[in-house]
């Protein structure tokens, strides 16, 4: 399909560099929504192996405008001049890239996504403005809300089990080093069984009631959540100590889709789990219809999931 393509320099202080992708006119979805990719950590507006532009233009084959562009100092965008940090900064740009989309394309509501800290910001974005109508989050790294050793010692705890599960369970040097002594049985048997006694006791730990409200507020107000994860990425470690039980209820919820992507890295390296990333974005944009704009009406409301522990 032939799109339009073209930079763009936008922002109050015209400090923001980005890149504009969008179907020919004849070519629109007719919905009034746009998409936002934003920025993965350091790396500029094409994205890790160039993801970001992959995204946006499959994005805007199915008829949406898409937007991605550096935030505040990165990149291509110069700093801003109050040089406040970035945590303020970035979400004054996200801000302002839907006042330009708006004036632009005359969307009205926005889809947020990014990898790692950009899945972070799209999050916070959409707990703070309306206007975002759904957030593709990527092995996002932002839920470390309870930062307590203890919390830290179940994320390691979980990390460390995954390991000799999997990876070592597998890998001969690993069982070299079960014959010749120079393994750690002690700590392999305490990691394993305690894992197992805090399973059959029930035990967990005290739940991120910060986090459970603002995933609870973002779902009753109508916003979609498409929570991705790399196998054994950090993230949902975290994202799972911090909700504990209340993760299979609020994956109940029909707004909200959380999946594990295997055999890939942080950032989605290999060409086979990008291609399984992109066509899972691509299967949630086109199942939802965007162009209705209300039917959040629809959907249930997570805290009645939550109490009735109604699971998929």
């Known amino acids: 399909m032939r799109l339009e393509e073209r930079a763009i320099v936008f922002g109050r202080e015209s400090n923001l560099i980005g890149v504009l992708t969008k179907p020919t006119a004849e070519r629109e979805a007719g919905a009034n929504v746009a998409v936002i990719v934003l920025n993965a950590g350091l790396l500029h507006h094409v994205g890790p192996n160039r993801i970001s532009v992959a995204i946006a233009r499959r994005l805007a084959e199915l008829g949406f405008p898409v937007l991605r562009f550096d935030f505040s100092g990165i990149g291509d965008s110069s700093p801003r001049s109050d040089r406040s940090p970035f945590a303020e900064s970035a979400m004054t740009d996200v801000s302002e890239a839907m006042e330009w989309l708006q004036a632009e394309t005359r969307a009205e509501r926005f889809i947020l996504t990014g990898i ?17 109508a759904g957030v593709a989050l990527m092995n996002a790294q932002g839920y470390e809300l309870d930062t307590s050793d203890e919390v830290h010692a179940d994320v ?30 002690l700590d392999i048997g305490r990691l394993v069984g305690g894992r197992l006694r805090s399973k059959l006791a029930g035990e967990s730990l005290p739940e991120s009631e910060r986090l459970v409200g603002e995933l609870r507020s973002l779902l009753d107000r109508g916003t979609r959540l498409l929570i991705l994860y790399s196998e054994g990425d950090t993230g949902l470690d ?10 299979p209820q609020l994956q109940a919820h029909p707004g909200m889709e959380l999946d594990v992507l ?4 942080h950032v989605f390296t290999p060409r086979k789990t990008r291609n399984e990333l992109l066509e899972r974005v691509i299967k949630w944009m086109e199942f939802l219809d965007w162009r209705a ?8 409301a997570a805290a009645e999931i939550l109490a009735n522990g109604r699971t998929r």
Not at 262 to 265: A, N
């Open 116 to 132: 790692c800290s950009g899945a972070d910001i799209s999050f916070r974005a959409a707990i703070a403005d309306e206007r975002v």
């Open 156 to 185: 390691k705890q979980r990390k460390d089990l995954r390991y000799y599960l999997t990876d070592a369970l597998f890998n001969p040097r690993s069982w070299k080093k079960v014959l010749t002594g120079k393994s750690d049985y």
């Open 238 to 247: 975290y994202l799972r100590t911090n909700v504990g039980s209340q993760l």
């Open 262 to 265: 295997r055999h890939t890295d």
């Open 293 to 300: 704009g209300d039917d959040s009406s629809e959907l249930p």
